[in-house]
């Protein structure tokens, strides 16, 4: 099994089964800072594959600390 010989791997794949539509835009991959580029559609450093800005996951960090 390719998961047991990547770890990694594995913990990618869990994490893009819990990305997920926003409930709020606060929280939504466009203001999270491992999503590049800050498109409509884009990469994660977590998350592999496509991104939506619209979309969440479990590892959102914020851009910059919120006032």
């Known amino acids: 099994n390719s998961a ?5 791997s594995a913990v990618l794949h869990a ?3 819990r990305a997920r539509k926003a409930e709020n835009p ?3 991959c466009s203001e999270c800072k491992f999503m590049f580029p ?5 990469g994660c450093r977590y ?9 969440t996951c479990d590892e959102f960090k914020p851009r ?3 006032p």
């Open 15 to 17: 994490l893009a089964q």
């Open 26 to 28: 606060k929280f939504s």
């Open 47 to 55: 998350v592999r594959g496509v991104i939506h800005n619209s979309d």
């Open 64 to 66: 910059r600390s919120q």
């Open 4 to 8: 047991q010989q990547h770890p990694q």
């Open 38 to 42: 800050r498109l409509s559609i884009g």
